[in-house]
Nanobody
C-alpha cells in the first residue's frame, strides 16, 4: 500500500502560480513512477504530467507544457507540480498517483491521493 496526500491547492488569479505537493508513505516511493492528473466538474480525469522513478525523465501534456513542471525528491518521498501562468481553464481537482508503467492512462495508475482543489479566477 502507498498513501498519497496532496497539498498546496487554493484560489489564485489568472497569471498566478501555485506549487502542489504530494507526500507519499508506505511502500518505497522511489520504486514508482508518479503522475499528476486533474478533473474538472463534468469532465473526465485528464493527464497533466508524469515523472519516472529517478526523476531523470518527465513528460507534460501539451495543454500545460511550458507552464507546469513536475519534479520529485525521493529523499522526502514527495512529488511536486509547479503551476505557473495559470488560466481559468486550469481550474480542477488535482490528483497525484503512482504507477509501475510509463503511460498517461489513469487506469495504469495504482494508488491515488484524495486531491487538492485549484481554482483560477479571471
Amino acid at each position: 500500500q502507498v498513501q498519497l496526500v496532496e497539498s498546496g491547492g487554493g484560489l489564485v488569479q489568472a497569471g498566478g502560480s501555485l506549487r502542489l505537493s504530494c507526500a507519499a508513505s508506505g511502500r518505497t516511493f522511489s520504486n514508482y513512477n508518479m503522475g499528476w492528473f486533474r478533473q474538472a466538474p463534468g469532465n473526465e480525469r485528464e493527464f497533466v504530467a508524469r515523472i519516472n522513478w529517478s526523476g531523470s525523465s518527465a513528460y507534460h501534456a501539451d495543454s500545460v507544457k511550458g507552464r507546469f513542471t513536475i519534479s520529485r525528491d525521493n529523499a522526502k518521498n514527495t512529488v511536486y507540480l509547479q503551476l505557473n501562468n495559470l488560466k481559468p481553464e486550469d481550474t480542477a481537482v488535482y490528483y497525484c498517483a503512482t504507477s509501475r508503467s510509463w503511460t498517461h492512462r489513469p487506469d495504469t495508475y495504482d494508488y491515488w491521493g484524495q486531491g487538492t482543489q485549484v481554482t483560477v479566477s479571471s
